[in-house]
């Protein structure tokens, strides 16, 4: 059984960094494209970043690009988000999902972390 | 960038039929795919390439896409079925969802 389990998320003040992390299992993780879609409380998904089987191409929503920083350990089955220089409008419910193997869409997701940036 | 239009909300009596449409423009020119997202949970994929359906969902759930929409179709509507529904594309840059619908049984 495939499973996404986020972990991380917490309480932070205003320009201070967050790491979240996905444990991956039930599939070989390394074979799949990771992606991060957070979800605002009240709102819609928006999705944030993706990283590619080995690491060497990652790509960012322009909300957070420069600012956060996708990474993966495929020897631990691991998905990572770094989140720097955080800002009231990160205040979300951050999701990992995979990538299905033939297309574009999402096949599974995890239940997600929250991260609250508050003063 | 890319931009998909939901209707805020959709009300349908238990086992009518819900349609939850999702614009764009030439949508028909991109994969489309929705899920189902209810309160504290994960989403889940419900319909992918516009019409196809993942194994475990119920046939009830189906797709479809024709000039600027695209419309997620639930038949026999039941009271499970009561979550937000987005739809999603790649538009060569970017994973674009629509704003989301919310589905009242």
């Known amino acids: 059984e495939v499973q996404l389990v986020e972990s991380g998320g917490s309480v932070v003040q205003p320009g201070r960094s967050l790491r979240l992390s996905c444990a991956a299992s039930?599939?070989?993780?390394?074979?799949?494209?990771m992606h991060w879609v957070r979800q605002v409380q009240g709102g819609g998904l928006e999705w944030v970043s993706r990283?590619?089987?080995?690491?060497?191409?990652?790509s960012y929503a322009d909300s957070v690009r420069g600012r956060f920083t996708i990474s993966r350990d495929n020897a631990k089955n691991t998905l990572f988000l770094q989140l720097n220089s955080l800002r009231a409008e990160d205040t979300a419910v951050y999701h990992c999902?995979?990538?299905?193997?033939?297309?574009?869409?999402?096949?599974?997701w995890g239940q997600g972390t929250l991260v609250t940036v508050s003063s | 960038s890319y931009v998909l239009t939901q209707p805020p909300s959709v009300s349908v009596a238990p086992g009518q039929t819900a349609r939850i449409t999702c614009a764009g423009d030439n949508i028909g020119s991109h994969r489309v795919h929705w899920y189902q997202k209810k309160t504290g949970q994960a989403p889940v994929l419900v319909v992918y390439?516009?019409?196809d359906r993942p194994s475990g969902i119920p046939e009830r759930f189906s797709g479809s896409a024709s000039g600027s929409t695209a419309t997620l179709t639930i038949s026999r509507v039941e009271a499970g079925d009561e979550a937000e529904y987005y739809c999603q594309v790649w538009d060569g840059t970017d994973w674009v969802f629509g704003g989301g619908t919310k589905l009242t049984v």
């Open positions: 999902a995979r990538e299905s193997g033939d297309g574009d869409e999402f096949d599974y």
């Open positions: 039930g599939f070989t993780f390394s074979d799949y494209y």
């Open positions: 990283i590619n089987r080995d690491e060497s191409v990652t």
């Open positions: 390439d516009d019409i």
